[in-house]
């Protein structure tokens, strides 16, 4: 038996009524997704094509043929755009606009742009070092370790010092619900010494309470926050810095797309109080100094590798020219300047480094210097190598100018995670290594190692040659991997520490308080006093 199923037919005030309901729940959707109301973000064209897909479904189920036709058109128009948009970005077309995302990329000469190492500010310790010691910090605290839990560590130079800065987090929603003041501080560790980390809950005598976290619920979040400060903006990068006299503050980075859907570039940072929620926005000339990076990490890398990919333009299937960053990164700082530093290999050969990049941190500027030698992976292996019997691993290394030789210092971790010795590998020339208990042995290592090499005819070049004469006040001595160094301070300059290597002169070890003695040693800004050539004038050996 045939039935007629009549068809729905809704009047106007019901298509209007359902419709209205629709748009209530994408708001309230949009309440928990935070899409950015920006033409250049994509997501939000996927959302308005899928709310009028459904609108056009719903219109179907009306009488008015002309609304359903007009709704239809709509549709197609949008993902027509969108489609448009998408092709159009694409760098087939657009190779030129990729390269130029990056301001500026400049050659320079390794010696005479990057001071010589300075031991004192060579972070020690990496990332998840400096976790594991602030967790160590807060576990000293139980009843607030129950109840919070450590931030995404930033590292930051605080009062010219590099800190790794974290704030107190809510370890969850109940947490949040019964803290709504906010969590109690923040934690420092600082990279240059593993027994400095503070847990911060006053600033100017003044208790802290930080409001506004990623781990806030409802308009205490901090992206919730800032979202309904300006729904348009696009934002990335939430680090937690801190201003010159210990406030706590976030900076986002507010960033548009040039080329579409794509090719992300910083424009400015909105700068959000941990505590009051107050917002500012700055344009990148107009940050304040303390901010220490503008440029986030990723679209900082992504933007050096157009650079160096599309160097002929997209149809260059011979790779000629081209140039990609290395796997690592690492946040560096040279003077006052913030940098990220980076290998670069050719595109196709992996295995070796044909120079590295440091991108300016703020200015979205980088320079490249030209030194062929071992990538970042094969010094780390380098380096394990040396302490394989100890089963100790490197850590990301940093590049330091150490006797105007390009080389690169690593941290080398137990099992545990914890710092146990320092090695320095060199750049062109990685089976040249040293390893030492402290930072100073590696370097003091480091230069006998270049002394007795190929390449010690350069290692003079680069500083001037000076001798001192006194009196050995105090002496100790150290021994690692055979290697000795003699630590000594003179009675004329108590707190000045003079490095001299056994391997110097026969008359090292047999030296002590007391006696008078002659060094030579090449002096070079930041650096530490590394003897090359010693005398004891108080006795004489055959």
Not at 191 to 220: E, H, I, M, R
Not at 323 to 338: A, F, H, I, S, W
Not at 429 to 439: A, Q, R
Request: aromatic content about 10%; glycine content about 6%.
């Amino acid at each position: 038996m045939n039935r007629n199923i009549p068809k729905v037919k809704m009047g106007k005030k019901s298509v209007i009524i359902t419709i209205m309901v629709l748009l209530l729940i994408l708001i309230a959707a949009n309440y928990i997704i935070l899409f950015p109301l920006n033409i250049q973000n994509p997501s939000l064209w996927i959302y308005i094509i899928i709310g009028l897909a459904v609108i056009n479904v719903i219109l179907r189920l009306s009488k008015n043929k002309k609304i359903q036709s007009l709704a239809s058109k709509l549709l197609m128009l949008v993902i027509t755009i969108f489609i448009i948009t998408i092709i159009s970005s694409l760098p087939v077309f657009r190779s030129k606009a990729y390269r130029s995302l990056i301001n500026n990329v400049e050659y320079k000469e390794f010696n005479s742009s990057v001071s010589p190492i300075d031991l004192k500010k060579v972070p020690i310790i990496d990332d998840e070092l400096a976790k594991l010691l602030a967790d160590k910090k807060l576990g000293e605290i139980p009843a607030l370790g129950s109840e919070v839990v450590i931030g995404n560590m930033t590292i930051q130079s605080v009062k010219g010092e590099l800190y790794y800065v974290a704030p107190l987090e809510h370890s969850g929603f109940f947490q949040w619900s019964r803290n709504k003041q906010g969590t109690q501080g923040y934690i420092m560790v600082n990279a240059t010494k593993t027994n400095d980390v503070q847990l911060v809950t006053k600033v100017n005598g003044k208790d802290l309470n930080l409001k506004y976290l990623n781990s806030s619920y409802l308009n205490d979040n901090l992206k919730r926050h800032l979202y309904f400060k300006n729904p348009t903006g696009l934002y990335t990068d939430y680090s937690f810095e801190l201003d010159d006299e210990g406030n706590p503050y976030w900076v986002v980075t507010e960033y548009s797309r040039a080329i579409g859907f794509s090719g992300e570039k910083a424009k400015g940072v909105y700068i959000v109080d941990a505590q009051t929620g107050g917002t500012t926005r700055y344009s990148i000339e107009d940050t304040p100094k303390w901010v220490d990076r503008i440029q986030p990490i990723d679209i900082s890398v992504n933007n050096f590798n157009y650079w160096g990919k599309y160097v002929h333009g997209f149809f260059n299937f011979s790779n000629r020219d081209k140039l990609k960053t290395t796997d690592g990164v690492k946040t560096v700082y040279y003077g006052d300047e913030c940098y990220y530093y980076t290998g670069i290999t050719s595109v196709g050969k992996d295995e070796s480094l044909v120079g590295f990049a440091l991108m300016n941190s703020k200015t979205n500027e980088a320079t490249i210097y030209n030194v062929a030698g071992s990538t970042e992976k094969a010094a780390m292996s380098s380096a394990e190598g040396k302490v394989q019997n100890l089963g100790y691993t490197a850590t990301f290394p940093v590049l330091v100018n150490i006797q105007g030789q390009p080389s690169y210092f690593m941290t080398l971790k137990d099992k545990g995670g914890l710092a146990k010795m320092y090695a320095i590998v060199n750049v062109e020339h990685y089976n040249i290594v040293s390893t030492g208990e402290t930072p100073e042995e590696a370097v003091a290592g480091y230069i006998k190692s270049l002394q007795n090499s190929s390449v010690s005819g350069d290692v003079d070049n680069t500083g001037i040659s000076k001798t001192i004469e006194g009196t050995v006040q105090r002496i100790g001595m150290s021994i690692n991997n055979d290697e000795s160094t003699c630590y000594i301070t003179l009675s004329e300059n108590p707190k000045e520490l003079i490095l001299v290597p056994t391997s110097v002169s026969k008359k090292v070890p047999l030296t002590k308080e007391g006696d008078k003695v002659k060094i030579n040693y090449i002096e070079r800004p930041n650096s530490d006093i590394i003897a090359n050539e010693f005398d004891n004038m108080s006795f004489e050996l055959k």
